[in-house]
């Protein structure tokens, strides 16, 4: 087998384990967490914060920084991070 082939099997059989391993992940992350008879008490909580400038100065620091929400939720916290 020349060095071409050899490489070319090697990425297939590795695409091979990496495919399933990201759909196994990907299908865990959708899961929902709240069950379903607990949706609506999920939906009454309301943020017991006050919406100062100085608490969203402390959640914004909290958000791109140690709590590393960023990393997952993007700048504007969309969620396409
Ligand atoms: C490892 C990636 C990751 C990190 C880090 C992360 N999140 Fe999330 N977050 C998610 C995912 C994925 C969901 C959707 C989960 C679901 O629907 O079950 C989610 C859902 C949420 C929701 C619910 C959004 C909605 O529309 O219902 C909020 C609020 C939230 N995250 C806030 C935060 C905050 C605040 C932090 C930092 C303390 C944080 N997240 C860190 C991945 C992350």
Not at 31 to 38: M, T, Y
Not at 57 to 66: D, V, W
């Amino acid at each position: 087998m020349d060095s071409l082939s050899r490489a070319i099997v090697a990425v297939g059989a590795l695409l091979f384990q990496i495919v399933p391993l990201s759909w196994g992940a990907s299908q865990e992350i959708l899961r929902p967490r709240v069950p379903r008879d607990q949706i609506e008490v999920a939906r009454a909580v309301t943020n017991p914060l006050p919406a100062s400038d100085e608490m969203i100065a402390k959640g914004k620091a909290l958000f791109e920084g140690k709590a590393f929400c960023k990393a997952c939720h993007g700048a504007d916290g969309k969620g396409l991070g």
